[in-house]
């Protein structure tokens, strides 16, 4: 009886498997580039590709990481990088509150999947619906462990090709800068949302010209949350419908 189950139990993973992985394929696209440029980076700074593994592992927190690159070198600054970390991944509090019915009775493989929850995973899960016959909660803890083992994957290749590759790797650091650069561009097509982005823009003006390039980043965060919570009305209306949908 036992290895009946056993078999039935692997056979539902089987499935769940195989009706997740095609999901997650742009998301293997991207977190192998942005994770190579995540281990190569700490490569650059001096950090054995263990290190950054055990970075992604336990934070597997994306542009966080890259931030957190400049707070290892740097000044010791606890309060800074707790802030910080706070003010960027805030929205994983709203991703897991419009997740709670969706792993509701999934058992102890709820705590997997809160553990793993990213934007990539939250955009596929919130959206799709495994298909007939295919165990939801299997299904939604594959989507979650592949995502986490493509960005595991790429940081670990970014490790080790940075410590074999001898090449100039000044500027590698930019990759930040350019990832957020894209995000605006996406952002940007939508004509309802530039008024936003200007809004934000003139915020970071602002507090570089007030507390200079050193300490600027959390005081602008600060203030652009302020002015998305006092638009809000405002931005909801003119938010595109499908958006929302």
Same mark, same amino acid.
């Given at each position: 009886?036992?290895?009946?189950?056993?078999?039935?139990?692997?056979?539902? @993973?089987?499935?769940?498997?195989?009706?997740?992985?095609?999901?997650?394929?742009?998301?293997?696209?991207? !977190?192998?580039?942005?994770? =190579?440029?995540?281990?190569?980076?700490?490569?650059? @700074?001096?950090?054995?590709?263990?290190?950054?593994?055990?970075?992604?592992? #336990? #934070? !597997?927190?994306?542009?966080?990481?890259?931030?957190?690159?400049?707070? %290892?070198?740097?000044? !010791?600054? $606890?309060?800074?990088?707790?802030?910080?970390?706070?003010?960027?991944?805030?929205?994983?509090?709203?991703?897991?509150?419009?997740?709670?019915?969706?792993? @509701?009775?999934?058992?102890?493989?709820?705590?997997?999947? =809160?553990?793993? %929850?990213?934007?990539?995973?939250?955009?596929?899960?919130?959206?799709?619906?495994?298909?007939?016959?295919?165990?939801?909660?299997?299904?939604?803890?594959?989507?979650?462990?592949?995502?986490?083992?493509?960005? %595991?994957?790429?940081?670990?290749?970014?490790?080790? =090709?940075?410590?074999?590759? $001898?090449?100039?790797?000044?500027?590698?650091?930019?990759?930040?800068?350019?990832?957020?650069?894209?995000?605006?561009?996406?952002?940007? @097509?939508?004509?309802? &949302?530039?008024?936003? #982005?200007?809004?934000?823009?003139?915020?970071?003006?602002?507090?570089?010209?007030? !507390?200079?390039?050193?300490?600027?980043?959390?005081?602008?965060?600060? %203030?652009?949350?302020?002015?998305?919570?006092?638009? &809000? $009305?405002?931005?909801?209306?003119?938010?595109?419908?499908?958006?929302?949908?």
């Amino acid at each position: 009886m036992n290895t009946k189950l056993k078999t039935a139990e692997r056979l539902e @993973k089987s499935a769940a498997f195989r009706a997740a992985f095609p999901h997650t394929v742009p998301v293997l696209m991207g !977190f192998l580039v942005l994770g =190579i440029a995540y281990g190569w980076l700490m490569q650059t @700074k001096g950090y054995h590709v263990g290190w950054a593994l055990l970075a992604s592992a #336990c #934070c !597997f927190a994306g542009s966080m990481q890259f931030v957190t690159v400049t707070f %290892l070198t740097s000044a !010791f600054d $606890p309060l800074s990088a707790f802030v910080m970390s706070l003010m960027v991944n805030a929205r994983h509090i709203f991703y897991g509150i419009s997740m709670l019915d969706k792993f @509701k009775g999934l058992g102890r493989i709820r705590f997997f999947l =809160i553990f793993w %929850l990213c934007d990539e995973s939250y955009s596929i899960e919130s959206g799709t619906e495994p298909p007939e016959g295919v165990s939801q909660k299997y299904f939604y803890f594959f989507i979650s462990l592949l995502d986490y083992s493509y960005w %595991l994957t790429g940081t670990a290749l970014g490790g080790v =090709i940075g410590g074999m590759v $001898p090449i100039n790797t000044q500027g590698l650091d930019f990759a930040l800068t350019a990832l957020f650069v894209v995000m605006l561009m996406e952002q940007w @097509k939508h004509r309802e &949302r530039r008024l936003l #982005c200007l809004g934000a823009g003139a915020a970071t003006a602002l507090m570089l010209a007030l !507390f200079g390039p050193d300490r600027f980043v959390i005081p602008a965060m600060g %203030l652009i949350l302020v002015l998305l919570l006092g638009f &809000r $009305p405002r931005i909801e209306k003119a938010w595109p419908e499908e958006e929302s949908s």
